[in-house]
Each structure stands twice: as structure tokens, then as C-alpha cells.
T-cell receptor, first 111, second 115 residues
Framework: GQNIDQPTEMTATEGAIVQINCTYQ??????LFWYQQHAGEAPTFLSY??LDGLEEKGRFSSFLSRSKGYSYLLLKELQMKDSASYLC????????????WGLGTSLAVNP | KAGVTQTPRYLIKTRGQQVTLSCSPI?????VSWYQQTPGQGLQFLFE???????NKGNFPGRFSGRQFSNSRSEMNVSTLELGDSALYLC??????????????FGQGTRLTVV
């Protein structure tokens, strides 16, 4: 089967750094996405990785290792507004190509 | 540029009824995907449409159906509603073909409650 695993919950302190891991097993691979979803709102796009390595975008960075089926989202200089659910999704391959989603990691940022 | 618009935002229906949800994608986007989101199951893929054709379908019963119009607007229909259909239904639009391309833009969702 196809599955995406990420921790259910994480807690961090304002100003700190947090790393949210994601491991995946899918039928083929066409890219990995990270989305942020605040309670009661729509998911919003954070990052996309299709090649191995680190993609940096401001306070957020995302890393991918295709050989290990592994990604992480790194959030630096945490702010209270970063408290949200972070969703990892993989675009699989083949004729039935679609996004496979993890259940999300609920991050609580404390003062 | 307007975002993805879903209507209605909230809906309460009775078991056995049917419901139609609407999604207007971002102008120029031809791909529309529908998802069901529940706390226990996360985001579950329902189906994807591109240029009025269903390109992909998830593992949902036949009570769930959809369509896409020539202006790329999409509707999904759920017949014979069950309590377990209570969820947030999200629509996402993109430019990709046979997939969501490199980014999917989500609407605010329709919160459906079945009583």
C-alpha cells in the first residue's frame, strides 16, 4: 500500500527551531509537498521538493532524500502564528497519479 | 487574482438526503481535485477533473460523484448521505495535467454535517 508517516503532535518554544519529519512509501514518486493548515482554514502551500537536497525559503526549509523515502520541514525562529498542522504529501506516479497525504503534524508553539 | 471559491461554507443535512457542493477554481486553472478531510483519516482523495474529464478517482463508494463544466467550475454530489460523510470537503485547483502540477491551491472548504 501507499502511506505517509509523520508525528501526530509536536511542541516547541517561540524563537526556537523545530524539525518535522515525514517518511513515505508510494508507488513511484513525482515530488513531495509540505502544506500548512491553521485550524478551520484551507491548507496553504509551503514547499515542493522533487530532487534530493535542501530547499530554503525564508524561515522555512524542506529537505528530501528519495533513496530513504524521507523528508523534513525545518522551521526557524518560531513564532506563535506558526502553531498549525503541517501536512506532508507525495505525488505518486503512473496512470493513477495523485497526491497521497499524511495525517498532519499538529505543532504548538508556546511563549 | 481571486482564489479557489467553494460554496456553501457550511451545510447541515439529514441522513438519506443528497448534497451538491460547488468549486470555482482560480482563473486559468483547468485541474480540480476534491478531498474529504476528517480528524481520523486526514485528507482523502475523492477525484480529479481536467478539462471536463475525470482523470483520477479515489476509493470512495459510488454515492460520491462529480463533474466539471467547460468553465472549469466543478461540482461534487453525495447521495444517500450517511453520518460518516460528515467532514470538511476541500477543493484544490492547479495547472497540472493528470495531476496537480507543482502546487495545489485549496479553497476554504465546505463543512458538511450529517445528522
Amino acid at each position: 500500500g501507499q502511506n505517509i508517516d509523520q508525528p501526530t503532535e509536536m511542541t516547541a518554544t517561540e524563537g526556537a527551531i523545530v524539525q518535522i519529519n515525514c517518511t513515505y512509501q508510494t508507488s513511484g514518486f513525482n515530488g513531495l509537498f509540505w502544506y500548512q493548515q491553521h485550524a478551520g482554514e484551507a491548507p496553504t502551500f509551503l514547499s515542493y521538493n522533487v530532487l534530493d537536497g535542501l530547499e530554503e525559503k525564508g524561515r522555512f526549509s524542506s529537505f528530501l532524500s528519495r533513496s530513504k523515502g524521507y523528508s523534513y520541514l525545518l522551521l526557524k525562529e518560531l513564532q506563535m502564528k506558526d502553531s498549525a498542522s503541517y501536512l506532508c504529501a507525495v505525488l505518486n506516479a503512473g496512470n493513477n497519479r495523485k497526491l497521497i497525504w499524511g495525517l498532519g503534524t499538529s505543532l504548538a508553539v508556546n511563549p | 487574482k481571486a482564489g479557489v471559491t467553494q460554496t456553501p461554507r457550511y451545510l447541515i443535512k439529514t441522513r438519506g438526503q443528497q448534497v451538491t457542493l460547488s468549486c470555482s477554481p482560480i482563473s486559468g486553472h483547468r485541474s480540480v481535485s476534491w478531498y474529504q478531510q476528517t480528524p481520523g483519516q486526514g485528507l482523502q482523495f475523492l477525484f480529479e477533473y481536467f478539462s471536463e474529464t475525470q482523470r483520477n478517482k479515489g476509493n470512495f463508494p459510488g454515492r460520491f460523484s462529480g463533474r466539471q463544466f467547460s468553465n472549469s467550475r466543478s461540482e461534487m454530489n453525495v447521495s444517500t448521505l450517511e453520518l460518516g460523510d460528515s467532514a470538511l470537503y476541500l477543493c484544490a485547483s492547479g495547472t497540472g495535467t493528470g495531476g496537480m502540477g507543482t502546487e495545489a491551491f485549496f479553497g476554504q472548504g465546505t463543512r458538511l454535517t450529517v445528522v
